[in-house]
T-cell receptor, first 109, second 116 residues
Framework: DAKTTQPPSMDCAEGRAANLPCNHS???????VYWYRQIHSQGPQYIIH???NNETNEMASLIITEDRKSSTLILPHATLRDTAVYYC??????????FGKGTRLHILP | NAGVMQNPRHLVRRRGQEARLRCSPV?????VYWYRQLPEEGLKFMVY????????ESGMPKERFSAEFPKEGPSILRIQQVVRGDSAAYFC??????????????FGPGTRLTVL
């Protein structure tokens, strides 16, 4: 079973920041938080990952709470092409990736 | 996607036939993973392979399914005597040498298997 809880769907207006929450209250010390997304019918695309510090790359920012029990993926300026299912994944070095149901993000024009 | 190739992209088989799905990882990657996605469901891990070795096959059905990653050539996921329930999208991912937890997996475009 997935170790994360995400809302099933969210809407965001085009051009605004999309903030996708993820709860992982049972995360352990050696587990990383990964985010992937899957645009319709395509293979999952890596977005970002982190352990405990906030991370930023060209695609997104990842904010992890101090207690590491939750995180937020931020897409700073959402476009229609960001419409996808977003998966928050928690995994340790000795564990496989377990995908949950993710959040279906709809970007509204 | 960062260069993982899968072929064929679409495969149609009749019940009882064999399906062979191929995956060429990103150049330099020595770890390959296979996932299955049933219609309207999330991805499910099937198997993790390194060159010539199966590391974790805990997600593979016990019968009819096998996977290999030979020293030379692509990784192959083989499904014998396919049934309608095998219809799904099969995704391959690869990662560079190293420990799981810090290695990003890059996914291919998938093979969509339809069993008639």
């Amino acid at each position: 079973d997935a170790k994360t809880t995400q809302p099933p769907s969210m809407d965001c207006a085009e051009g605004r920041a999309a903030n996708l929450p993820c709860n992982h209250s049972t995360i352990s010390g050696n587990e990383y938080v990964y985010w992937y997304r899957q645009i319709h019918s395509q293979g999952p695309q890596y977005i970002i990952h982190g352990l405990k510090n906030n991370e930023t790359n060209e695609m997104a920012s990842l904010i992890i709470t101090e207690d590491r029990k939750s995180s937020t993926l931020i897409l700073p300026h959402a476009t229609l092409r960001d419409t996808a299912v977003y998966y928050c994944i928690v995994r340790s070095p000795d564990d496989k990736i377990i995908f949950g149901k993710g959040t279906r993000l709809h970007i509204l024009p | 996607n960062a260069g993982v190739m899968q072929n064929p992209r679409h495969l149609v088989r009749r019940r009882g036939q064999e399906a062979r799905l191929r995956c060429s990882p990103v150049k330099g990657h020595s770890h390959v993973y296979w996932y299955r996605q049933l219609p309207e469901e999330g991805l499910k891990f099937m198997v993790y392979l390194q060159k010539e070795n199966i590391i974790d096959e805990s997600g593979m059905p016990k019968e009819r399914f096998s996977a290999e990653f030979p020293k030379e050539g692509p990784s192959i996921l083989r499904i014998q005597q396919v049934v309608r329930g095998d219809s799904a999208a099969y995704f391959c991912a690869s990662s560079p040498p190293g420990r799981w937890g810090t290695d990003t997996q890059y996914f291919g475009p998938g093979t969509r298997l339809t069993v008639l």
